[in-house]
């Protein structure tokens, strides 16, 4: 069974700089979109930056030029850079993975969440 397991959160003050990682691990035949998403207390989920097996991005309007998301396809890593932190960019963030467990069974599946606090 596939999972995903992330790491690098915490505690930062307005300015600074996380790193958040995630690795795949189980049985995977093979990864399409890796990503982050983040949910504020009292907001819905949203899409922070996206990646593609081929290295194309994509970010949300609110971190464009703050963060920058990549991935190691030989080692089913994912990462997240976060410069420039702000107190709105407190949330959980969750990573994000379409893959394939074998020729025919497509998932989407999530890490458990790790905690970013931003403080002003």
């Known amino acids: 069974q596939a999972q995903l397991v992330e790491s690098g959160g915490g505690l930062v003050q307005a300015g600074g700089s996380l790193r958040l990682s995630c690795a795949a691990s189980?049985?995977?035949?093979?990864?399409?979109?890796m990503g982050w998403y983040r949910q504020a207390p009292g907001k819905e989920r949203e899409l922070v930056a996206v990646i593609t097996s081929g290295g194309a991005t994509n970010y949300a309007d609110s971190v464009k030029g703050r963060f920058t998301i990549s991935r190691d396809n030989a080692k089913n890593t994912v990462n997240l850079q976060m410069n420039s932190l702000k107190p709105e960019d407190t949330a959980v963030y969750y990573c994000?993975?379409?893959?394939?467990?074998?020729?025919?069974?497509?998932?989407?599946?999530w890490g458990q969440g790790t905690q970013v606090t931003v403080s002003s």
């Open positions: 994000n993975a379409a893959l394939w467990t074998s020729y025919r069974d497509f998932k989407v599946i």
């Open positions: 189980g049985v995977i035949f093979s990864i399409n979109d």
